[in-house]
């Protein structure tokens, strides 16, 4: 049986253990989280590095496809290029609005070309921001990562 003074050493070294150990577990916990942050930030940053890469490459391409024909496949590989590479990181939404628009591009490649004039006075004046989709699907995903704090799982294999 323990006597009082055992109680006490025991209490004691136990208090002792806990006091000790509290400042490393706060420390795991804080370098956690500050790596967690630092993680997620250089996510972001490559999330909009790409998809700022894919809105330039593909205005580009889709003005071309207005007035030009198809001259070598260079161009739209490189395109489907920086799809792929978000396909590695984008949501399924972010995914299909980039699929769609090559699509249109692809498909004003086939079409006639059109004048100058003739973007005036057609409907493809009204729409003065082509990518305006992918674009919003970008800005929700970015904004949903921030509001999480983190990359959803799915995301993330």
């Not at 593909?58 to 207005?66: E, F, G, T």
């Not at 007035?67 to 490189?78: A, K, M, P, Q």
């Not at 489907?80 to 590695?88: E, P």
């Not at 493809?124 to 995903?141: N, Q, T, W, Y």
Request: glycine letters at 4%; a positive charge.
């Amino acid at each position: 049986m323990l006597n009082s003074a055992s109680i006490n050493i025991l209490a004691a070294l136990s208090g002792t253990a806990v006091g000790s150990l509290a400042p490393v577990i706060s420390n795991y916990v804080l370098q956690k989280s500050i790596t967690q942050r630092d993680l997620l930030n250089r996510q972001l940053g490559q999330r909009e590095t790409l998809y700022s890469d894919f809105i330039q490459e593909a205005s580009r391409l889709y003005a071309d496809a207005l007035i030009h024909d198809l001259n070598g496949l260079n161009d739209l590989v490189s395109l489907f290029a920086l799809v792929s590479r978000i396909r590695l990181l984008a949501s399924p939404h972010v995914i299909q609005s980039a699929e769609d628009f090559v699509k249109i591009i692809v498909r004003h490649y086939g079409e006639p070309n059109v004048t100058l004039e003739q973007m005036r006075s057609s409907a493809l004046a009204a729409k003065v921001d082509p990518l305006g989709i992918f674009s919003a699907a970008c800005r929700k995903e970015l904004r949903d990562i921030l509001r999480r704090g983190a990359l959803s799982s799915t995301l993330r294999s």
